[in-house]
């Protein structure tokens, strides 16, 4: 976790796993990313392990850190892995759940899995049954009337590092098989669920590293992973790959099925920390226009209400926070209340804090092509809650009242 009319079609050729490729119009799409803003929510931490979504499945390894990530507990707890994520899979989403954000007024929700849980690979420790559960997730989408963004959340070798991505550690995407396998997970998802009727979008790989990897790298993989995926109803979302949404006005020329996705958050430097209140509203309004400023249309796939990087293990396992200076770098504030707990205990000046922010966010993004808030519920990160925070009123309802109108001033 961190972050228009083409001309004729021109790319190279495929890998074998691709499909062939299919030029299809914007028109034909269940969800007209160009036409119509995204306000959307991610389900995070239910088919792809995070520490600080659902510490209480982690809190076994807070003293030794044998298990940080899914890769570590599967391998750690073998055959009980398989049971705890069982009941995980069928308990922390539910159709009540997709009904939920129906009911607040969104319409997309986007939903992580890693490769692993689409086409294994021989030898890992991972744990297979998710997909099944998946599946079953696009039919409540579709009958909560919400259109779904299949996100392959993890690669194999990890493409960003992240405890997020699978495995935690260094970044071995791009090397061996792995990129093959990548457009294998992808093929097979394109192939089992691009016709569902709640499938609105599929998105190529969650935050690959950019500034680790090869650009050119990158840009064939999403040129063989539109082919892998490109199908009749369905758009293709790539990220930024932290490189800057401006950077990629020049790709996909013919490729007219794109949405390009930036996660802005503004916890994860000391820089962004030190600002105030005011001066995040003022960053995150500049980064909408910037959004608004691509040749396609452009979302906000990740971000927050959390000024702050407070919440328990967001960092990692066992890791503090650079907001109190736990982490790294010098103190900037108390993180009382907001390492842990629930909305409702938050200070009265974060709940104000928070509710402004929010609100210029989806100000900011819409001016783009629209949001996904990172994530509906997690177990005690309060400033991450959507359902939290819309049960205490600090985000809008509906998504269109404004208690702190025109902060971005357009």
């Known amino acids: 976790m961190k ?16 499909a062939p490729f299919t030029l299809i119009t914007r028109a034909g799409s269940k969800f007209d990313y160009s036409k119509t803003k995204v306000k959307g929510v991610n389900l995070g931490g239910w088919f792809v392990l995070e520490p600080w979504i659902t510490p209480s499945l982690f809190q076994d390894f807070a003293e030794n850190k044998a298990a940080v990530d899914e890769w570590t507990f599967c391998a750690t707890l073998k055959g009980k892995a398989q049971e705890r994520l069982n009941k995980h899979w069928r308990s922390w989403i539910t159709r009540d759940d997709f009904n939920q954000i129906a009911k607040a007024g969104l319409n997309h929700v986007r939903i992580p899995i890693g490769y692993w849980s689409v086409a294994p690979v021989d030898g890992e420790p991972y744990k297979q049954g998710a997909y099944e559960v998946f599946g079953e997730a696009l039919d409540w989408a579709q009958e909560a009337g919400l259109k779904v963004t299949i996100d392959l ?9 992240f405890d997020n991505s699978g495995h935690y550690g260094s970044v071995g995407w791009t090397k061996g098989d792995t990129v093959k396998q990548t457009l294998k997970a992808l093929k097979r998802l394109s192939d089992d669920h691009a016709s569902h009727p709640a499938v609105a979008s599929i998105e190529l790989l969650n935050e690959p590293m950019g500034p680790e990897l090869d650009r050119g790298t990158i840009e064939q ?3 063989d992973g539109y ?3 490109i199908n009749d109803g369905i758009s293709v979302v790539f990220h930024e790959a932290f490189e800057g949404v401006e950077t990629w006005d020049g790709f996909g020329n013919g490729l007219d099925k794109l949405v390009l996705d930036t996660h802005h958050y503004e916890v994860f430097e000391n820089e962004l920390l030190q ?9 995150v309004c500049e980064y909408g226009s910037k959004m608004a400023a691509t040749n396609k249309p452009t979302i906000t796939g990740e971000f927050t209400g959390g000024l702050t ?3 328990k293990w967001l960092n990692g396992l066992g890791k503090g926070a650079r907001y109190d200076g736990t982490y790294e770098g010098e103190r900037i504030g108390s993180c009382d209340g907001k390492s842990t707990g629930t909305v409702a205990g ?19 993004y819409e001016k783009a092509a629209g949001w996904v808030f990172w994530t509906w519920k997690n177990e005690a990160a309060p400033e991450w809650n959507m359902q939290d925070l819309l049960a205490q009123g600090l985000f809008p309802q509906p998504l269109t ?6 902060q971005c001033g357009y």
């Open 3 to 18: 972050f228009p009319t083409f001309a004729a079609l021109s790319f190279l050729p495929l890998l074998s796993e691709a």
């Open 309 to 311: 990087d407070c919440a």
């Open 153 to 161: 959340h993890g690669a194999p070798g990890s493409q960003n590092g």
């Open 275 to 283: 600002l105030s209140p005011d001066e995040h509203i003022q960053s």
């Open 346 to 364: 938050l200070s009265k000046d974060d709940k104000s804090n928070i509710r402004q922010f929010i609100e210029a966010q989806l100000d900011a």
């Open 227 to 229: 082919g892998s995926v």
């Open 401 to 406: 009242a404004r208690k702190h109108p025109g």
């Open 221 to 223: 993989f999403y040129r």
